[in-house]
């Protein structure tokens, strides 16, 4: 966590494969009032209030009535994440409505979840700051995401409280989660 100047104490930003985050549904609450912090535990034990993702912009689209409320459709070797900006994320959301797809885009933001008539979850991140990046920073992204992930994966054997709900919760298959963290180092050579 880092504090800035006032105290406050800002939640470190996990990084996430596109096809982790997209499996993720196990809401925790820290506390009982309003203002506790939300996470989101993902299949590999990561608890995240707040999410780093690296990837294409593929699309973009304006989905607001009143006001401009853009969604952006980012990929990564693994799969899609969905993000939105709206009113309340203003930097983020005059990056998206500025930014010609296809631009390799980096986004720090909030994983949010909704639950359809059909009992589905939708996993999306809602943005906090977005910026135009390189290939290069999309390559380490990709690489430190790996690592990270397979640290995570290490750690789902232990009692961590974290890696135990993600244990219990998803009975997750750590070779599902070899094979995607595998398949997106090597995305990284194949180009």
Not at 36 to 58: D, E, H, M, W
Not at 106 to 122: H, M, Q, R, S
């Amino acid at each position: 966590m880092a504090e800035n100047g006032s105290g406050y104490v800002r939640e470190v930003a996990h990084r996430v494969f596109a096809a982790e985050l997209k499996e993720s549904n196990l809401q925790s609450k820290e506390g009982q009032d309003q203002y506790s912090p939300q996470y989101l535990i993902t299949p590999t034990g990561a608890k995240c209030n707040r999410i780093f993702i690296v990837g294409t912009l593929t699309e973009k689209e304006d989905v607001g009535t009143d006001s401009e409320f853009w969604r952006g459709r980012i990929v990564d070797p693994t799969g899609v994440f969905y993000v939105t900006a709206g009113q309340y994320q203003p930097e983020a959301a005059q990056v998206l409505a500025r930014t010609a797809p296809p631009e390799f885009i980096a986004v720090i933001g909030k994983p949010t979840t909704f639950t359809t008539k059909e009992g589905n979850v939708l996993t999306s991140i809602r943005a906090e700051s977005m910026h135009i990046v390189d290939a290069a920073t999309r390559d380490r992204w990709v690489v430190e995401t790996a690592k990270l992930t397979t640290k995570r994966i290490a750690r789902l054997q232990g009692n961590e409280p974290d890696a135990v709900k993600a244990r219990e919760h998803y009975s997750t298959d750590v070779e599902q989660y070899k094979a995607m963290v595998a398949m997106a180092v090597e995305s990284m050579r194949a180009r």
